[in-house]
């Protein structure tokens, strides 16, 4: 979901997940409950279902500590994709409760965003 090919990561149809998510449902509410951080508006093309598209889906969202796009908030919803373990863990440590104090001036907003582009 980056502008350009990234080696280092899996192309979105090929990062079906291993085993199931038995809470996805709650870390989707989880990711829908971050903080916006960078707005993109306009829709962009489902990568999987192109008669499918998702309202600014470049969009970024913040729990403080991780950020993610809007479209892989979709695409975890909607399809069996692999997501980092990393995260879930952090996710799950959390009680699934996002925090509401997030620093949108914090430089690793503007890092993360430079690195998208």
């Known amino acids: 979901m980056f502008r350009t090919a990234r080696e280092e990561l899996p192309a979105l149809r090929e990062s079906g997940a291993g085993e199931p998510i038995e809470d996805r449902k709650l870390v989707v ?30 969009s ?11 479209d892989s908030i979709y695409y975890l919803e909607n399809y069996t994709v692999a997501i980092p373990a990393e995260f879930l863990d952090h996710v799950r440590g959390r009680n699934y409760q996002v925090s509401g104090a997030i620093d949108v001036a914090d430089p690793r907003f503007d890092a993360a965003i430079a690195a998208y582009f």
């Open 60 to 70: 970024l969202v913040s729990d403080g500590e991780w950020i993610w796009r809007v």
């Open 29 to 58: 509410r989880y990711m829908k409950a971050g903080t916006p951080v960078f707005d993109v508006p306009g829709d962009v093309s489902d990568l999987i279902d192109p008669a499918k598209s998702i309202r600014s889906g470049p």
